[in-house]
């Protein structure tokens, strides 16, 4: 889950900041980075060029954006540098806000909390990088916080496309060295006295071996 940034973007947390009541019991997170030309998906981009990285993570962003359409639950877009009001995002849908914190874990906790304290009973947070991810999914973990206290998404690379939980729990976006393959087991070793479900692993897409194996993502590096 990789969107991060400590810019204050447009120096507000939301085009609708005003207090927003919830019409659900659940909410989804969706954490993005702001596409932009050489600021995106660097390390896919040290294979097929910034500009063709740049088209891959927008096919993802739109990927997201049309999967979390269907899920029933009121949902959020954190931008990673400076929120947008006209983007694969429409402002009926989703609301915007913007991610605060020095790191992805305090990002997290930031979004987390923000919910919570509306009075949410579930919160949810996916990123924007996953191409085997759809709503059906997303839906079934929220239907697993009914039972467990922690619902989980393993990634292939040893961190996780989606976290659910019930009540905030500090320690899981705390002392973690993010980006690398030890996020999901230092993850699990923090909530050990909780019940957490694992769903299946599935692949998000940070490299170019994450993406040749997709058809769908081939013409974004195959001369034709």
Known sequence: MGASSN??????????????????K???IIFVR??????????LAATIGDKAALQVYEYLL???????????????????????????????????????????GERMQHAFKELFDMD?????????????LNSEIVMDAFEKLDRHDVVIGPAVDGGYFLLGTNKLHPEIFENKVWSTSTVLQRTMD?????????LMELNDIDTFEDMEHYTALKKFYEKP
């Open 7 to 24: 810019k204050g973007g447009n120096g507000n947390n939301g085009i609708n900041d005003s207090f927003h009541f919830p019409t659900s």
């Open 26 to 28: 659940q909410a989804l």
């Open 34 to 43: 702001n596409p932009e030309l050489g600021k995106c998906k660097t390390r």
């Open 62 to 104: 739109q990927h997201t954006a049309t999967i979390c359409t269907d899920v029933e639950a009121d949902k959020y877009v954190f931008y990673s540098e400076t929120i947008k009001k006209a983007d694969y995002w429409c402002t009926s849908i989703f609301k915007k806000r913007l991610q605060r914190g020095k790191d992805l």
């Open 120 to 132: 949410y009973k579930k919160v949810m947070i996916i990123g924007s990088d996953m191409l085997e």
């Open 190 to 198: 923090d909530l050990k006295k909780y019940d957490i479900c694992l």
